[in-house]
C-alpha cells in the first residue's frame, strides 16, 4: 500500500540514449508505487508529458543536458525536477539513483528544498521577415561565429540604446545558472544562482577592452548581426542551433517564470564549485 506522499504525482522521464537508464526506470517505478501515485514513465525527454499529466514532481534520468531539455520543454509550467546523474559532471543532477530513493519520501512528506533558478526568454528576428526561433533558454544563448570561421561583428544594445561593437569569435549570453558553462570557459564571471542579473562575455574579441559585463535581470539585450558567416548560429543551452544572416536582430530578456528543481539535502550551495570544478583546490598529486 502508497504510504507518505500518496497524494503527490511523480512521473518519470529518461534519457533514451544513456543504457544504463531503462533498467534504472523500472527500478524507480516499482520504488515509487510505495511511496506515492506514479503519473507516468517515458524514455523521452518531453516535459509537457508530465505537465499534462498533472505530476507535481518530475524525475530526470540523465545528465545535466537531459535536465535542460526537459525543463525548457515544460515551458512556463513548471514543475520541481529530480534530476538523478547519469552523465559526467552532474552540476544540476543532483542525485544518484541510491540517494533518490533514500530522500524521496522525506521529499513527498514537504521536505523538498526547491531551488527557483532564472530562465531567458529568447526570440530572434529575421531580416527578411521570417519567423526565427522564440522560446525560453535555461544556460546560455551563444552567439557563435560558425564556419567558415571568419571574425564576425556583432552590435549590442542594452534598453534600446547601443552600447558597442564586438567583433571576434561571437558572445555569450547567461543567466546565473549558465555562468558555469561556456561563459566560465571563456573567462567569465562566476555568479551565485540566486543573483538577479545576466551575463555579457565576448568569445574572442578583436580588442583588448572588450571585456565580459553583468547587468540586472530587468535589462533587455539585443544583438544585430551586421557581419556574419554562412554558418553563423545563435545556440541555445548548447542544444538548440538557430542560423542568424545579416541584419538579424537577437532579443534576450529575463522571463517572468523561474524553472526549479530539487537540492539534494546533502549538498550546501558551494557544493558544486568546490567538489565538482574544484574551485581553490591544488591540483591533484601528480598532475603538475
Avoid at 199 to 215: D, K
Wanted: charged residues 20%; glycine residues 12%; positive net charge.
Amino acid at each position: 500500500m502508497p504510504g507518505i506522499g500518496v497524494t503527490n504525482r511523480v512521473f518519470i522521464l529518461g534519457n533514451p540514449a544513456k543504457p544504463e537508464v531503462p533498467p534504472a526506470m523500472e527500478n524507480l517505478k516499482r520504488f515509487i508505487a510505495d511511496h506515492a501515485h506514479l503519473a507516468g514513465a517515458e524514455l523521452s525527454l518531453h516535459g509537457r508529458r508530465a505537465v499534462e499529466a498533472g505530476a507535481d514532481y518530475v524525475i530526470v534520468l540523465g545528465g545535466d543536458g537531459t535536465l535542460l531539455s526537459v525543463a525548457r520543454s515544460m515551458g512556463i509550467d513548471q514543475i520541481p525536477l529530480i534530476g538523478v546523474n547519469f552523465g559526467k559532471l552532474g552540476f544540476l543532477t543532483q542525485f544518484s539513483v541510491d540517494q533518490v530513493e533514500k530522500h524521496l519520501p522525506g521529499i513527498l512528506a514537504g521536505g523538498a528544498r526547491i531551488a527557483e533558478r532564472t530562465m531567458f526568454q529568447v526570440r530572434i528576428e529575421h531580416a527578411d521577415g521570417q519567423e526565427g526561433y522564440e522560446g525560453l533558454c535555461i544556460n546560455d544563448c551563444v552567439l557563435h561565429a560558425g564556419p567558415p570561421f571568419r571574425i564576425v561583428c556583432l552590435s549590442l544594445e542594452l534598453n534600446g540604446r547601443k552600447l558597442t561593437k564586438v567583433c571576434g569569435d561571437g558572445m555569450i549570453i547567461c543567466t546565473p545558472t549558465g555562468s558555469t558553462a561556456q561563459n566560465l570557459s571563456a573567462g567569465g564571471p562566476l555568479l551565485m544562482a540566486d543573483v538577479h542579473a545576466m551575463v555579457v562575455t565576448p568569445l574572442g574579441p578583436h580588442s583588448l577592452s572588450h571585456r565580459p559585463i553583468v547587468v540586472d535581470s530587468e535589462s533587455e539585450i539585443t544583438v544585430q548581426a551586421k557581419q556574419v558567416n554562412a554558418g553563423s548560429v545563435a545556440l541555445i543551452d548548447g542544444q538548440l542551433q538557430c542560423p542568424i544572416r545579416e541584419g538579424d536582430r537577437i532579443h534576450v530578456v529575463t522571463s517572468k517564470h523561474r524553472w526549479r528543481f530539487v537540492r539534494n539535502p546533502r549538498r550546501q550551495k558551494w557544493h558544486n564549485l568546490v567538489t565538482k570544478l574544484r574551485w581553490g583546490q591544488p591540483a591533484p598529486p601528480g598532475t603538475i
